[in-house]
Antibody, heavy 120, light 110 residues
């Protein structure tokens, strides 16, 4: 079955960098966009970024634009979220999710369990 | 970007039916499609409805979605205690190329 597993989260100081990984299995990774979404403690869902299946398109929320970069490695079936110049307000559980639609960017479908990131 | 507005909370008794609304003022939302997600406490969100009214795999028929112009709705009938969760609507903003989530609605089954 479809699985996504995030890793790389930890406690970091403001201004530092962190890279999250999302290892996937159970579907053809090369054919789906991958989203990143976060959820601050006790808050709602905030979409962060998406990269298209073929790496030609990537889009970001205004709150992270210029600081975060998403990438992917089809040989590893893995998506990455590089987070630079981290701020206290970036503290959240970060989820990766496979897109609903084959070869098109739309909305998240299956989600990973999430990984906590604390900036303090 | 535009916002999607949901009621903070709704409640109903077991066996009853409840509806959760999701409204957006932007024309992009009026012409776009909506997905709904369920998040049980302590767990990751789960897709339950996509393209306005299509149930995701494994979702019981008690869950249904609808959309008319700038308003969407998630209906849950035959409520069970296991349905207690936060529910989020979401749409793709094709003008700004980003996903917009509603603020979430906490469903309590009394």
């Amino acid at each position: 079955q479809v699985q996504l597993v995030e890793s790389g989260g930890r406690v970091v100081k403001p201004g530092r960098s962190l890279r999250l990984s999302c290892v996937t299995s159970g579907f053809s990774f090369a054919n789906y966009a991958i989203h990143w979404i976060r959820q601050a403690p006790g808050k709602g869902l905030e979409w962060v970024a998406v990269m298209s299946y073929d790496e030609t398109e990537s889009y970001y929320a205004d709150s992270v634009k210029g600081r975060f970069t998403t990438s992917r490695d089809s040989a590893l079936d893995t998506s990455f979220l590089q987070m630079n110049n981290l701020k206290v307000e970036d503290t959240a559980t970060y989820y990766c999710a496979r897109d609903i639609t084959f070869a098109v960017i739309s909305l998240p479908n299956q989600w990973g369990r999430g990984i906590p990131v604390t900036v303090s | 970007h535009f916002e999607l507005t949901q009621p903070p909370s709704v409640s109903a008794a077991p066996g009853q039916k409840v509806a959760i609304s999701c409204s957006g003022s932007d024309s992009t939302f009026a012409s776009g499609s909506v997905s709904w997600y369920q998040q049980v406490p302590g767990a990751a969100p789960r897709l339950i409805i996509f393209d306005n009214n299509n149930r995701a795999s494994g979702v019981p028929a008690r869950f249904s979605g609808s959309k008319s112009g700038p308003s969407a709705s998630l209906a849950i009938s035959g409520l069970q205690t296991g349905d207690e969760a936060d529910y989020y609507c979401a749409t793709w903003d094709s003008r700004l190329n980003l996903v917009v989530f509603g603020g979430g609605t906490l469903l309590t089954v009394l």
